[in-house]
Structure formats: C-alpha cells, structure tokens
Nanobody, 120 residues
Framework: QVQLVESGGGLVQAGGSLRLSCVASGRIFGIGAMGWYRQAPGKQRELVARISGGSTNYADSVKGRFTISRDNAKNTVYLQMNSLKPEDSAVYYC???????????????WGQGTQVTVAS
C-alpha cells in the first residue's frame, strides 16, 4: 500500500507563510499526479493545488499566493503558502494518484491531514 504523510502545518499570523510537505512511501510502483486539498469546518473539501508532469492547477482563491512543487526522487510534494489569510485555515490533505505493487491499478491515496490555522 501507499502511505502519504503530511507535515508543516501549524499556527501562523495573517500575512505569514508556511510550507507543507507530503512524503509518499510504501510499495510504490509509480506516482502520477499529486495535489493538496483542504477542508474547513462546515465546508466541503476543495482542491487547492495539483501538479501533474509540468502542469499545475490552483484554486482561484490561492492563485498567486501558493506554489506547489515536487521532488520526484524523494516522492515528495510541497505546498508553499505565502500571504496567508484567515480563510485559508483548514485541514490540508495530500493526495496522490499512485500504483501500488499489490494493487495492480492506479487509485487515489490520501494523507492524514495537517492543520493550518491562520490567526485573524
């Protein structure tokens, strides 16, 4: 199976920055797209950013402030978050399309989530 572990969340003041990391491990055959999603209390989970090959996609609300990147050699994806706003507060989840050796097919994997709280 493939496991995703996020880190880097925490409490930050408005206007500050955080860098989230997500490391994939396990019996990995290959990883395709990776992304970050977030869910705030009382709201649906939403896509924040996604990276696949040389292409990236961002939610309009974070465009220009957040940057997604990945280190394929380390099976790691990052989310650099700048100019944070209180409305960015949420649990951030790492997601990956991956093929595990035992699974035989591609599927979505999710991390446990990391809390990001931006003080107003």
């Amino acid at each position: 199976q493939v496991q995703l572990v996020e880190s880097g969340g925490g409490l930050v003041q408005a206007g500050g920055s955080l860098r989230l990391s997500c490391v994939a491990s396990g019996r990995i055959f290959g990883i395709g797209a990776m992304g970050w999603y977030r869910q705030a209390p009382g709201k649906q989970r939403e896509l924040v950013a996604r990276i696949s090959g040389g292409s990236t996609n961002y939610a309009d609300s974070v465009k220009g402030r957040f940057t997604i990147s990945r280190d394929n050699a380390k099976n790691t994806v990052y989310l650099q978050m700048n100019s944070l706003k209180p409305e960015d507060s949420a649990v951030y989840y790492c997601n990956a399309d991956a093929v595990a050796l035992f699974s035989g097919s591609s599927r979505d994997y999710w991390g446990q989530g990391t809390q990001v709280t931006v003080a107003s």
